[in-house]
């Protein structure tokens, strides 16, 4: 698809319990590449790596990160449309990135296409880790999510509940986008052996259980958790037809 996810990102006020949670929940492989910053490295054979990192603000976040051409005017698009910028156009280690939040407040994240990125954006390595590879917005109107999305990175967003987006054959992650009632996020699912015992152990590890098990069809559950700062991420497990 025209501008793909091309990566996930999570933080908080203090970033080091939270790589404690998500490599002792998940098994992913964690470097810390600067102070306050961690790369995640998922050994999920699949979907996409991300980050942890330290908040600048003192607010956690999880999320996904969209790959553009112009990062300005995709901000000053996203206002256009609703949308607000949370981080202005920022330039480091020969990346540029940017921030806004969706007319729900759902924070979303931007990189500029190219650069020196190769080590930020390295496809993960295969183990039995937990892969990443599906990206999830819930507002509080399907329809105007789906809208705002498809007008702003050119997605094909079919309308309805909860509308599936899928790369046409290039780089990035599918996902959906829907209504959550109560609930509303932007974020990342990790495909699991078991949900139920991924949310056990999340709650054991100072997390606490959003929903789920959910069973979505006759060979897929899901559920989500926050993690110790807050932030939902989902789970899922896509058994045999």
């Keep these: 698809m025209a501008n793909p996810v091309v990566r996930f990102e999570i933080g908080a006020a203090e970033d080091q319990p939270l790589v404690r949670f998500y490599g002792e929940l998940f098994g992913w492989d964690l470097r810390e590449v600067s ?9 999920g054979g699949g979907g996409l790596n991300g980050g942890i990192g330290r908040s600048g603000t003192g607010e956690p976040w999880a999320t996904f990160y969209v790959e553009v051409e112009d990062l300005q005017a995709c901000l000053d698009r996203a206002g256009e449309l609703g949308g607000r910028t949370v981080l202005e156009v920022t330039e480091l280690g020969g990346m540029a990135f940017a921030m806004f939040d969706d007319p729900d407040g759902l924070l979303v994240g931007l990189v500029r296409a190219g650069g020196s990125q190769d080590q ?63 609930e509303r996020w932007a974020t990342v699912y990790a495909s699991v052996d078991d949900v139920e015992a991924t949310l056990a152990r999340a709650e054991a590890l100072g997390g606490t ?26 789970v899922y497990h896509h058994g045999p037809h």
């Design 35 to 43: 102070e306050g910053y961690t790369l995640i490295d998922t050994r």
């Design 120 to 182: 930020m954006f390295q496809r993960p390595s295969a183990g039995d880790g937990a892969a990443v590879d599906w990206f999830e917005v819930l507002g509080s109107d399907a329809g105007r999510s789906q809208a705002f999305y498809a007008e702003l990175f050119g997605w094909d967003v079919p309308g309805g509940a909860y509308g599936q987006v899928r790369p046409d054959g290039g780089p990035g992650m599918s996902g959906g986008i829907g209504a959550g009632g109560a």
């Design 209 to 234: 259980r959003v929903y789920g098990p959910r069973q979505v069809d006759d060979h897929t559950e899901t559920g989500a958790f926050r993690d110790p700062a807050g932030n939902v991420l989902g």
